[in-house]
């Protein structure tokens, strides 16, 4: 075994304390406060296992008592009585298999309750993290990591129920009774042999722990890479990266096929060595009882008696690597889950705070600081008011801090200092749904679920009717696209929205935000990805969209903003100028210059299309 090394006890002790902090997590879905229903099943579920454990201690008993009544005699009464037990025998080994699957059936839905909550939990948690979290995730690993830590919590809660301790129960029982009955050196053979055993078992399933650990790294890196990969499908095919993207994957399959087989080699070596111990100790046992029947210190049916109980500790002894592992597994799995659930959500609503109250729409600016880190600052005291009814549009080179300002508004992060507030109330004090509630927004890219068209639409506000979504669709200008569709509003716009075009996609996330009827209205470079002449066509869908509302427009494309009630021009986090855009052209300042130049651009795009 030459180059395996066993995990540092450091390591094994701060696992350990994992697994035990995992423990005290999941026994409350066990034993839930105001659940009696649940707290009965466990209850019943383990009287079924305990009378389970003390019908097949009894069998080997019976099973001993039958051959010493067929080898006494051959009178009638005592084959009769012989039968008598046989049958008593098969009846007591059917009723432990009875009990077992009863308990299985009480229990199913005490453990399915169990992963049900907290797959949710975790689900519900991942949405409530902040978007610093969500910008840095990888989405392939953390799915990963989801699926086998809600896996581990049934599998630890029946094994370590059902399987550990009443393994344990078992060799207590069978142990104390054998010594009891047979003396001393037996119980100091069983004794030892099990000692050995579990002390070999638990530490190379330690050290092959460390192994699976090191698996599962390698499994969530592929995962991860394979799925990073497929969602960006066109731009390997753009790069003829198909080879690149299969090396990085294999890449990490290499790994995981190393560790497999160290895996593989270490569970052969475990098995074997298990084999090893459990058959010494079976031997000598027999040995001595071997011994005891040909000096007549023990009968014929209490040899076949040994036998049985040996082979019934032994059976699960067998068992115990595996259960161990499996368990060990479990709480590496669900120890990363539960270290996901404790991420802490950055961005909180305040104890009791109130729903916000949006009576006009009203977006205060004040003073605005923020930075993403603290060496890199990047609003620098950004004050701007935007009354109600009026479209005050952001604009400036990249890095300027416009896209920002549209997360702080959302609060997807919490400003430095300075304030934002809607009608007055700070968008701290508030709870995030209802400003979420109060917001909508159309970003430079709509990304759309991949379902059908009107799913995608009526997923604006909660119960739509279809003629809410067609209406909504008929305001935003994509009805007859739609209707012309073979399925219509059933039309699957697959993942991401890919089946349908730029100006289709974004169509669709105006009629979703107009559906949610928001008071207020965030454009975030609704038009910067879209070609001259469909922008035209959605500035319209815009336009209908921003009616009534107060309108905070962060652009790219000049053009779109010309209308505006306010441009406000951002330069290195800081308001350079400001007014309308007549205004501002005349001022011959940053904002002219940037005319200009997308004008020149647009004139050189339209002159090399002509030729």
């Given at each position: 075994m030459a180059g395996w090394a066993t995990a540092s006890e450091d390591e094994i002790s701060r696992q350990k304390g994992s697994g035990t902090r995992t423990i005290r997590k999941v026994l409350p879905y066990l034993w839930p406060e105001g659940q009696f229903w649940v707290k009965w099943r466990v209850v019943v579920a383990m009287v079924l296992l305990l009378l389970a454990k003390i019908v097949a201690f009894g069998t080997p008993l019976l099973l001993g008592k039958s051959v010493d009544a067929l080898s006494d005699s051959g009178a009638s009464d005592l084959v009769l009585g012989a039968v008598g037990l046989t049958f008593a025998y098969g009846a007591v080994r059917l009723l432990a298999v009875v009990f077992q699957q009863l308990r299985d059936s009480v229990f199913a839905r005490v453990a399915q309750r169990a992963l049900r909550r907290v797959a949710l939990e975790t689900f519900t948690h991942i949405h409530n993290l902040s978007m610093r979290y969500h910008i840095n995730r990888k989405t392939g690993g953390l799915s990963r990591i989801i699926e086998r830590g809600v896996k581990g919590v049934e599998f630890l809660l029946r094994f370590m129920l059902f399987n550990l301790g009443p393994l344990i129960l078992e060799l207590v029982m069978v142990t104390a009774y054998l010594g009891y009955q047979l003396g001393l050196p037996y119980l100091g053979v069983i004794t030892s042999t099990i000692g050995i055993y579990i002390w070999f078992t638990f530490r190379i399933t330690e050290w092959r722990v460390q192994i699976r650990r090191r698996m599962n790294e390698q499994d969530t890196d592929a995962n991860q890479k394979a799925i990073d990969s497929l969602l960006n499908f066109e731009t390997v095919k753009y790069f003829g990266a198909e080879e690149r993207e299969a090396e990085r994957y294999d890449q990490s399959m290499r790994g995981y096929e190393k560790n497999a087989i160290i895996t593989a080699q270490s569970l052969a070596f475990l098995n074997g060595g298990q084999t090893v111990i459990i058959t010494a100790g079976l031997v000598s046992v027999m040995v001595m009882a071997a011994l005891g029947v040909q000096q007549g210190v023990l009968s014929v049916g209490e040899f076949v008696m040994v036998n049985a109980y040996m082979i019934q500790i032994t059976l699960p002894l067998g068992f115990l690597g595996t259960v161990y592992r499996e368990i060990r597994q479990a709480l590496v799995d669900m120890g990363e889950m539960f270290d996901l659930l404790e991420q802490p959500a950055e961005i909180t609503d305040k104890p009791n705070a109130p729903a916000i109250n949006v009576s006009s729409g009203k977006v205060t600016l004040d003073n605005l600081h923020f930075g993403y880190s603290e060496d890199r600052p990047i609003l620098k005291g950004v004050s701007l008011e935007v009354e109600h009814g009026k479209t005050v549009?952001?604009?400036?080179?990249?890095?300027?801090?416009?896209?920002?300002?549209?997360?702080?508004?959302?609060?997807?992060?919490?400003?430095?200092?300075?304030?934002?507030?809607?009608?007055?109330?700070?968008?701290?004090d508030v709870t995030q749904t209802s400003l979420h509630d109060s917001i909508g927004v159309v970003p430079q890219d709509t990304v759309l679920f991949n379902d059908t068209v009107g799913y995608n639409i009526a997923y604006g506000k909660a119960g739509a009717t279809h003629e809410d979504v067609i209406a909504a669709a008929k305001a935003a200008q994509i009805h007859d696209f739609i209707s012309s569709l073979p399925d219509g509003y059933e039309t699957t716009v697959g993942e991401r929205g890919l089946k349908l075009?730029?100006?289709?996609?974004?169509?669709?996330?105006?009629?979703?935000?107009?559906?949610?009827?928001?008071?207020?209205?965030?454009?975030?470079?609704?038009?910067?990805?879209?070609?001259?002449?469909?922008?035209?066509?959605?500035?319209?869908?815009?336009?209908?969209?921003?009616?009534?509302?107060?309108?905070?427009?962060?652009?790219?494309?000049?053009?779109?903003?010309?209308?505006?009630?306010?441009?406000?021009?951002?330069?290195?986090?800081?308001?350079?100028?400001?007014?309308?855009?007549?205004?501002?052209?005349?001022?011959?300042?940053?904002?002219?210059a940037l005319w200009h130049m997308q004008l020149a651009e647009s004139e050189t795009e339209t002159g090399v299309a002509a030729e």
């Open positions: 549009a952001i604009v400036g080179p990249s890095g300027s801090g416009k896209s920002t300002i549209g997360r702080l508004l959302f609060r997807f992060y919490d400003v430095t200092d300075g304030a934002l507030r809607i009608d007055g109330q700070d968008v701290r075009s730029g100006g289709e996609k974004q169509r669709v996330g105006i009629a979703r935000t107009l559906l949610k009827n928001p008071p207020i209205l965030l454009l975030d470079e609704a038009t910067s990805a879209l070609d001259t002449e469909t922008e035209h066509e959605i500035k319209e869908a815009l336009g209908r969209a921003g009616e009534g509302r107060t309108v905070l427009t962060i652009a790219h494309r000049l053009s779109t903003i010309v209308e505006a009630d306010e441009i406000v021009v951002l330069e290195d986090g800081r308001i350079v100028e400001r007014g309308h855009h007549d205004e501002l052209l005349a001022q011959d300042g940053r904002y002219a």
